[in-house]
């Protein structure tokens, strides 16, 4: 199950500076690949360091993998994506 969720980022132009929501999927790790929709800069946001991984409580069900809870801040800020070199 993919979960929908509205996120609201910081753009990481400097000139830009603005908030903006987009929804997004976050049931698993990753890094989300966004795009400012006014200035149009495009932007990676690592969810790892929000990720919390619970370990199963219960042992003998399909249990074998971990259940990753994120805790996203109300804004999150974004990277600069690397450019890419062709
Ligand atoms: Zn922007």
Request: charged share 25%; net charge neutral; aromatic share 4%.
């Amino acid at each position: 199950m993919m979960e929908q969720r509205r996120l609201r980022f910081l753009c990481c132009n400097a000139d830009c500076g603005k908030e903006y929501t987009l929804q997004r999927e976050v049931s698993r790790l990753q890094v989300l690949l966004v795009a400012c929709p006014y200035c149009k800069t495009e932007a990676t946001v690592d969810l790892a360091p929000y990720a919390h991984a619970i370990k199963p409580v219960m042992r003998g069900q399909e249990s074998q993998a971990q259940v990753v809870q994120l805790e996203l801040p109300a804004v999150l800020p974004t990277q600069a994506k690397p450019q890419d070199v062709e």
